[in-house]
T-cell receptor, first 114, second 113 residues
Framework: DQQVKQNSPSLSVQEGRISILNCDYT??????FLWYKKYPAEGPTFLIS?????DKNEDGRFTVFLNKSAKHLSLHIVPSQPGDSAVYFCAASGGGGSNYKLTFGKGTLLTVNP | EAGVAQSPRYKIIEKRQSVAFWCNPI?????LYWYQQILGQGPKLLIQFQNNGVVDDSQLPKDRFSAERLKGVDSTLKIQPAKLEDSAVYLCASSLVGNQPQHFGDGTRLSIL
């Protein structure tokens, strides 16, 4: 049972426009959500996170929105740049205790065309 | 700040052979994780260490996989004997404390022939 779902395997956007990547989760115990970016042959790189007590977090061109009632989060990149082309993973953790393991989605390949 | 170091970057072995991976986390990071990423999937946690103690190894196939974290710093992950389905990228990650963003190494790509 996949607890974190990224239903779009790929997304193509023009340079300068907005990229919106979506993620849904099913486990109501998740309380911390992260986005990672991954280039080929490299490990995932942390981008931005959001706690369940917030509904928005912004860092430069990157904004993450969280809708707890819908169990949905999204990553907005504005403006998109060719260097943003990568696989983006949504991840979640929660459940308390000392277990902070991340549950990942399958990823969305973003291509930003010049 | 130096990132998470992993070696080797690539490994090719035949099924039933054994293999070991090494990870050196970011200095001062108490929590260390090993993930397995199969092609087309997101990373899946195998084991989590807090200092040199195991916090979660519920998804580690213990009949063939083992891991240790010597003195709460470096860690090794071993597979013995390897199966075809173990072909994947093995990622090591570390975090400063608890619920902080995890920082990943570049991984070891394992191919089983």
């Amino acid at each position: 049972d996949q607890q974190v779902k990224q239903n779009s395997p790929s997304l193509s956007v023009q340079e300068g426009r907005i990229s919106i990547l979506n993620c849904d989760y099913t486990n109501s115990m998740f309380d911390y959500f992260l986005w990672y970016k991954k280039y080929p042959a490299e490990g995932p790189t942390f981008l931005i996170s959001i706690s369940s007590i917030k509904d928005k977090n912004e860092d430069g061109r990157f904004t993450v929105f969280l809708n707890k009632s819908a169990k949905h989060l999204s990553l907005h990149i504005v403006p998109s740049q060719p260097g943003d082309s990568a696989v983006y993973f949504c991840a979640a953790s929660g459940g308390g205790g000392s277990n902070y393991k991340l549950t990942f989605g399958k990823g969305t390949l973003l291509t930003v065309n010049p | 700040e130096a990132g998470v170091a992993q070696s080797p970057r690539y490994k090719i072995i035949e099924k039933r052979q054994s293999v070991a991976f090494w990870c050196n986390p970011i200095s001062g990071h108490a929590t260390l994780y090993w993930y397995q990423q199969i092609l087309g999937q997101g990373p899946k946690l195998l084991i989590q260490f807090q200092n040199n103690g195991v916090v979660d190894d519920s998804q580690l196939p213990k009949d063939r996989f083992s891991a240790e974290r010597l003195k709460g710093v470096d860690s090794t992950l071993k597979i013995q004997p390897a199966k075809l389905e173990d072909s994947a990228v093995y990622l090591c990650a570390s975090s400063l404390v608890g619920n902080q963003p995890q920082h990943f190494g570049d991984g070891t790509r394992l191919s089983i022939l």
